[in-house]
């Protein structure tokens, strides 16, 4: 079986660049995650989704990021314009629909590089 | 809001030697709990989870945790680790009926051959 798959995996950008990360979840699974990892803030759950439709995006750190999930197969994570403190790995994860709940199945991570 | 601590940040051991990382979280609800491990340059992948039943937990490549309830703890724990067993290894909580897993800040170990 595919598992999550994420592009780009490594993404090397100026400040002020809009960058744009993609995320093909596992088929079948309908929950949806962006996290971000830093060396300083450790992994941090930016937004997730259920069945497409955002559930918690407490964690997008300003109006620069935005998510979407136009289909039950993609989703998207862009940030315009980027800036230097953006510098991270992003990862992505998915999760199927069963009880009981929090097993995440990770992306590979798609590391940004804002210059 | 559910929070997770994991009191060692970097952990250096022999091969052999006996592993023990503590978790802690707090939420006074029904959680369900995780330990993932990330080796260098890959993602995170689940080691061994609880959800409810036995509170000796066991995992993939010899791994063990057990769920503490009074305690709000759940210890990871290896008899005799390996130079393969490096990684940084998560801690991470979810609480009861919903899907935001809440990860700890990780624990990085290095074995010595």
């Known amino acids: 079986d595919a598992g999550v798959i994420q592009s780009p995996r490594h993404e090397v950008t100026e400040m002020g660049q809009e960058v744009t990360l993609r995320c093909k979840p596992i088929s079948g699974h309908d929950y949806l995650f962006w996290y971000r990892q830093t060396m300083m803030r450790g992994l941090e759950l930016l937004i997730y989704f259920n069945n497409n439709v955002p559930i918690d995006d407490s964690g997008m750190p300003e109006d620069r990021f935005s998510a979407k999930m136009p289909n039950a197969s993609f989703s998207t994570l862009k940030i315009q314009p980027s800036e230097p403190r953006d510098s991270a790995v992003y990862f992505c994860a998915s999760s199927p629909p069963t009880v009981p709940t929090g097993e995440l199945f990770f992306g590979e991570g798609s590391r940004l590089t804002v210059l | 809001a559910q929070s997770v601590s994991q009191h060692n940040h970097h952990v250096i051991l022999s091969e052999a030697a006996s592993l023990e990382l503590g978790c802690n979280y707090s939420y006074g609800g029904t959680v369900n709990l995780f330990w993932y491990v990330q080796y260098p340059g890959q993602h995170l992948q689940l080691l061994l989870k609880?959800?409810?039943?036995?509170?000796l937990v066991k995992g993939i490549k010899g791994f063990e945790a057990e769920f503490i309830k009074s305690k709000f703890s759940f210890n990871l724990r290896k008899p005799s680790v390996q130079w393969s067993d490096t990684a940084e290894y998560f801690c991470a909580v979810c609480s009861g009926g919903y899907q935001k897993v809440t990860f700890g800040t990780g624990t990085k170990l290095q074995v010595i051959p």
């Open positions: 609880y959800f409810s039943g036995d509170p």
